[in-house]
Protein backbone atom coordinates (compact mmCIF):
# COMPACT_ATOMS: atom_id res chain seq x y z
CA UNK A 1 0.00 0.00 0.00
CA UNK A 2 1.51 3.47 -0.95
CA UNK A 3 2.16 5.72 1.55
CA UNK A 4 -0.30 8.78 1.53
CA UNK A 5 -0.23 12.06 3.36
CA UNK A 6 -3.96 12.53 4.07
CA UNK A 7 -5.48 13.61 7.47
CA UNK A 8 -7.23 10.13 8.52
CA UNK A 9 -8.55 8.62 5.10
CA UNK A 10 -10.77 5.41 6.26
CA UNK A 11 -7.60 3.20 4.58
CA UNK A 12 -5.33 5.05 6.95
CA UNK A 13 -7.69 4.86 10.18
CA UNK A 14 -8.24 1.30 9.48
CA UNK A 15 -4.44 0.52 9.41
CA UNK A 16 -4.00 2.45 12.41
CA UNK A 17 -6.90 0.63 14.34
CA UNK A 18 -5.32 -3.36 13.02
CA UNK A 19 -1.87 -2.32 13.97
CA UNK A 20 -3.10 -1.41 17.26
CA UNK A 21 -4.10 -4.70 17.29
CA UNK A 22 -0.66 -6.04 16.75
CA UNK A 23 -1.31 -7.22 12.98
CA UNK A 24 1.21 -7.27 10.75
CA UNK A 25 1.90 -4.65 8.22
CA UNK A 26 2.22 -7.04 5.62
CA UNK A 27 -1.04 -8.76 6.37
CA UNK A 28 -2.77 -5.43 6.61
CA UNK A 29 -1.69 -4.31 3.72
CA UNK A 30 -2.42 -7.45 1.91
CA UNK A 31 -6.29 -7.21 3.16
CA UNK A 32 -6.44 -3.55 2.42
CA UNK A 33 -5.44 -3.77 -0.88
CA UNK A 34 -7.39 -6.99 -2.07
CA UNK A 35 -10.17 -5.51 0.23
CA UNK A 36 -10.49 -2.39 -1.89
CA UNK A 37 -10.10 -3.69 -5.19
CA UNK A 38 -13.15 -6.62 -4.80
CA UNK A 39 -15.60 -4.59 -2.89
CA UNK A 40 -14.92 -0.71 -2.84
CA UNK A 41 -16.00 1.13 0.27
CA UNK A 42 -18.96 -0.97 1.02
CA UNK A 43 -18.20 -3.98 3.59
CA UNK A 44 -20.42 -6.79 4.23
CA UNK A 45 -20.33 -10.10 6.16
CA UNK A 46 -18.65 -12.01 3.55
CA UNK A 47 -16.16 -9.46 3.31
CA UNK A 48 -15.53 -9.70 6.43
CA UNK A 49 -14.78 -13.20 6.44
CA UNK A 50 -12.92 -13.04 3.45
CA UNK A 51 -10.67 -10.43 5.22
CA UNK A 52 -10.26 -12.49 8.00
CA UNK A 53 -9.36 -16.10 6.21
CA UNK A 54 -6.39 -13.38 4.63
CA UNK A 55 -5.18 -12.21 7.38
CA UNK A 56 -5.08 -15.36 9.25
CA UNK A 57 -3.07 -17.19 6.07
CA UNK A 58 -0.79 -14.13 6.49
CA UNK A 59 0.30 -15.31 9.96
CA UNK A 60 -1.96 -12.71 12.14
CA UNK A 61 -2.71 -15.39 15.12
CA UNK A 62 -6.17 -15.16 14.76
CA UNK A 63 -8.56 -18.13 14.60
CA UNK A 64 -12.36 -18.49 12.73
CA UNK A 65 -15.36 -18.34 16.23
CA UNK A 66 -17.09 -21.65 16.28
CA UNK A 67 -20.59 -21.72 14.67
CA UNK A 68 -23.22 -20.49 17.70
CA UNK A 69 -20.51 -19.01 19.48
CA UNK A 70 -20.71 -15.44 20.72
CA UNK A 71 -19.99 -13.47 18.39
CA UNK A 72 -20.02 -15.91 15.48
CA UNK A 73 -22.48 -14.89 12.46
CA UNK A 74 -25.81 -16.97 12.70
CA UNK A 75 -27.16 -19.22 9.86
CA UNK A 76 -29.85 -16.27 9.31
CA UNK A 77 -27.29 -14.24 9.36
CA UNK A 78 -25.09 -16.03 6.40
CA UNK A 79 -28.40 -16.52 4.61
CA UNK A 80 -29.13 -12.97 4.37
CA UNK A 81 -25.73 -11.98 3.31
CA UNK A 82 -26.40 -14.52 0.09
CA UNK A 83 -29.56 -12.65 -0.73
CA UNK A 84 -29.18 -9.82 -3.60
CA UNK A 85 -30.33 -6.38 -2.35
CA UNK A 86 -32.09 -5.77 -6.02
Known amino acids: MAKCNCDGCPKCEAKQKM???GYSEAAIDAVLEDFT???GEKKGLWANIHAKRKRIKAGS???MRK???KGAPSAGDIKEAGKDDD
Do not use: D, T
Request: aromatic residues 8%; neutral net charge; hydrophobic residues 25%.
Open 19 to 21: MAL
Open 37 to 39: EKY
Open 67 to 69: PGS
Open 61 to 63: GER
